[in-house]
């Protein structure tokens, strides 16, 4: 999402004391370093497993193998193959009256390695079956018995009950592509989009890159992806997210939208308790594959920390209160007693104190938050003198659970306005007044005085679908299983004998009054910039798509190439996100939709001579052209991401290459990522549409470019995410958002369009098929308002 924004504006700044003969040290010890913070997560992780009785396995499977060992030695059999007798040998001999001692102890060892060792066999098949992924290439809806064959044994080594981290020591390492596929491929993703001189000078510079470069940094690579987890993600959080140097609000933050607050901060915490247990399920792609769940562990307890020159993550492994920010004030709200968690209506008791509290904010104390929307650089100077001058109040909000926003205005959609109260919600989400937001936690709960509510969910620590997952876990939580009373409060009793949310104090030095009004400035004139337009788009959604047999989301992606196209009179590139949690550590990859084969299609729906028939043929090309880019992607062997690690390795060398600092020069004029709808069964979007998330969106990724998500609600309708500059001339969210609904009706004309001939053809009678019918709409029906070409 938010990602492609900081893929632009990252300028690595690497140092070393090497000299010039040792410039391959510091790469050599980044290597060491890299794989030696994988080898402190594994630990970490090894050790919270063991402790909460998950690792190797559970402790019943033990008691179970070491239960039939014994009672096999009972009816004198030895599966031990005279092993055991062996151990009991080895054992320091207690006299006769521990005889049976020693051979229970024997029987013991002997079942605890026998149990270790078929688990790692377990762990080592699993490794191997997750290492195909012939499965994801096949065409949709079919599967070859070969792949039926997989899938069975995955799920036989999978075991009945997986936990959230359970696939963990089972995902295969992310391969690092050849350097001259990828090469290739780039080269043929910047062919629509370059003229035929600055293709040929950039094919140029690729074949000098490819003779004097590519060896030795492909060669580190390798290495890297021998020795760490992952030969890319840490690099992508480091250099993108942590070494970036610009505000984080609207440039390193998303948002998601909700209906309602009530019980959020108990589901929420809910969803905590369930992560901190493993009792989340992991997530199954297509039902059946795997994905890494690296990425849940710092959903909570977690704070951006700024830098001078790198920020850095801090995860505790718990914390027992939320911050909560209401009118300029600061308040440490516990969630936990002694006894456990705040019933729902304890928290709701605890919130009103807080709106019911009547001392006014301390001078500053109002616009102090506006120092996390400032560049990153000021705000950790700036923050060496508050953790001086208030580090208790420092502490209560960086420590926080999570950050709670009480606005004191309302928000969400109405029915008087529905679509400027629909944009004004978007942008209250993303960028609010620039100081009732700390964008430093891992996310903020923001709730309206409307009951109306959302998420601003700061980008580096994890990827949209973990907070998605986590978002939708608390709205179908605070709807369907907590609920309310009669009388609107959270059911329950309230309890008076809890204290008051304690009231933090800032003892702000003088010094930094002005870098609050500087912060303060800045965040007000990014939020004023920031054009956002959300619009449901009804017309038809997912169903219509699937009858077409088509992927519904290269079909959005292709509308997209002809709105943006009618936008601007021209074609640019186009990053679209994918994950890559197919293998261990995996985060994104970037998927370059405008394709030879998508300018191809649009050209033809822009020329009044092609036929519906010939547009459509040309759709389906660039259809499966999509989703042979976006299946090479999430199977590890897309371009982006191993350009950008080979660029990383060229900075730590010292080396100039020309074509790689091209790549790295390019800009984004359409960032587009879906929203994925991961737990569907949680709703009823038929009976109850309203308690469905509305998806969320992010700021651009180029000053005169646009930002779009989209996310199918339902079966029946696609909501759009649009964001834009205003200070651009050639942008603007509402004129692309009219683009983007003609370009559907257009597509989806022309499979209509098709149908209807092909039962002319077949002698049908077309009055009887009412049901898949569009308003009427043909393509071009509605004239463009094309921009200058520039």
């Known amino acids: 999402m938010a990602e492609a924004h900081q893929a ?83 054992l320091p001999d207690w006299g006769g009256q521990h005889h049976r001692l020693r051979g229970v102890l024997a029987a013991a060892l002997f079942a605890s390695c026998l149990w270790g060792a078929l688990i790692f066999t377990l762990h080592v098949a699993l490794r191997l079956l997750l290492s195909y992924h012939g499965w994801l290439l096949q065409p949709h809806g079919a599967m070859s018995s070969r792949t039926k064959t997989w899938l069975a044994l995955v799920r036989i080594f999978s075991g009945r009950r997986p936990m959230l981290f359970s696939y963990q020591r089972s995902l295969p390492r992310q391969p690092v592509p050849s350097v001259q596929d990828t090469v290739r491929k780039y080269l043929e993703s910047v062919r629509p989009v370059l003229s035929d001189e600055d293709f040929d000078w950039t094919a140029a510079l690729a074949r000098e890159f490819l003779r004097l470069q590519a060896s030795l940094l492909q060669w580190y690579l390798q290495l890297k992806s021998w020795w760490a987890s992952n030969y890319v993600s840490d690099w992508w959080e480091e250099f993108v ?97 002694q006894s456990g968690l705040l019933s729902p209506r304890a928290l709701e008791q605890q919130f009103q104190r807080i709106l019911d509290d009547p001392s006014p904010a301390c001078p500053h104390e109002e616009h102090l938050a506006a120092l996390t929307a400032a560049p990153r650089d000021m705000w950790a100077q700036v923050r060496r003198s508050l953790k001086t001058q208030a580090q208790e109040a420092l502490e209560a909000v960086e420590g926080a659970a999570f950050f709670v926003s009480l606005d004191s205005e309302p928000a969400g959609l109405t029915r008087e306005d529905p679509a400027a109260s629909l944009d004004a919600y978007a942008h209250a989400l993303l960028a609010g007044r620039g100081h009732d937001r700390w964008f430093d936690k891992s996310f903020s709960l923001i709730v309206f005085s409307n009951g109306k509510l959302g998420l601003s969910v700061e980008h580096s620590w994890a990827d949209c679908p973990i907070s998605g997952h986590m978002w939708e876990f608390t709205l179908a939580t605070e ?85 943006y196209f009618r936008d601007r009179g021209q074609f640019c590139l186009t990053y679209e996100s994918t994950m890559t949690r197919l293998f261990l550590e995996g985060r994104t990859e970037t998927v370059r939709s405008c394709t030879r084969e998508a300018c191809n299609f649009v050209r033809a729906m822009e020329d009044k001579e092609k036929t519906d028939p010939q547009c459509l043929a040309l759709f389906r090309l660039a259809v499966d052209k999509h989703q042979a880019l976006l299946k090479a992607a999430m199977s590890g062997q897309g371009v982006d991401r191993h350009l950008f690690a080979l660029y990383i390795v060229s900075q730590f060398l010292h080396l100039q290459s020309p074509f790689l600092d091209q790549v790295h020069s390019e800009q984004w004029q359409l960032a587009t990522s879906q929203i994925p709808v991961q737990q569907i069964h949680l709703f009823d979007v038929h009976s109850y549409p309203d308690y469905v998330s509305s998806g969320g969106g992010f700021g651009p990724a180029d000053d005169h470019g646009y930002g779009v998500s989209y996310i199918f609600m339902g079966d029946d309708v696609i909501t759009f995410h649009i964001s834009s500059k205003k200070s651009s001339t050639r942008t603007d969210s509402h004129r692309l958002g009219q683009h983007i609904e003609d370009a559907l009706l257009d597509v989806a004309a022309l499979f209509q369009e098709g149908q209807r001939l092909k039962r002319r053809g077949l002698g049908e009678d077309d009055s009887g098929h009412s049901r898949d019918s569009l308003p009427c709409h043909t393509r071009g029906s509605r004239a463009p308002t094309t921009a200058t070409n520039f």
Not at 536 to 551: A, N, V
């Open 8 to 90: 632009v504006g990252f300028r690595p700044s690497l140092t070393s004391d090497a000299g010039e003969v040792e410039l391959s040290a510091p790469m050599l010890q980044e290597i060491y370093l890299s794989g030696l913070r994988s080898w402190k997560r594994h630990l970490s992780r090894f050790w919270n497993d063991f402790l909460t009785g998950v690792f190797p396995a559970s402790p019943l499977s033990w008691l179970f193998l070491f239960s039939a060992i014994q009672l096999a030695w009972f009816l004198q059999l030895d599966p031990s193959l005279g092993l055991m007798e062996k151990i009991k040998e080895l």
């Open 241 to 337: 997210y942590l070494r970036s140097r610009n505000s984080l609000m609207v440039n390193s933050n998303y948002y998601m939208m909700a209906a309602r607050a009530g019980n959020a901060v108990h589901a929420l915490l809910l969803y905590r308790h369930r992560l901190n247990r493993q009792e989340i399920l992991p997530t199954l792609l297509m039902g059946m594959r795997p994905l890494c769940s690296a990425q849940y562990e710092k959903i909570f307890n977690t704070t951006r920390i700024p830098g001078v020159h790198k920020d850095h993550i801090r995860h505790l492994r718990d914390s027992r209160h939320v911050a909560v920010f209401h009118r300029g004030r600061f308040f440490r709200l516990g969630t936990h007693t």
């Open 479 to 563: 709807c369907f299983q907590l609920g309310y009373a009669a009388d609107g409060h959270c059911k329950g009793h309230p309890d008076l004998s809890l204290p008051q949310p304690q009231r933090l104090h800032w003892d702000l030095p003088d010094k930094i009054h002005l870098s609050i009004s500087l912060a303060l400035r800045g965040a007000k004139t990014l939020s004023g910039n920031i054009d956002c337009h959300v619009f449901p788009f009804s017309h038809f959604g997912k169903s219509f798509i699937k009858r077409w047999h088509l992927s519904s989301d290269s079909f959005i992606q292709m509308a997209l190439q002809l709105a």
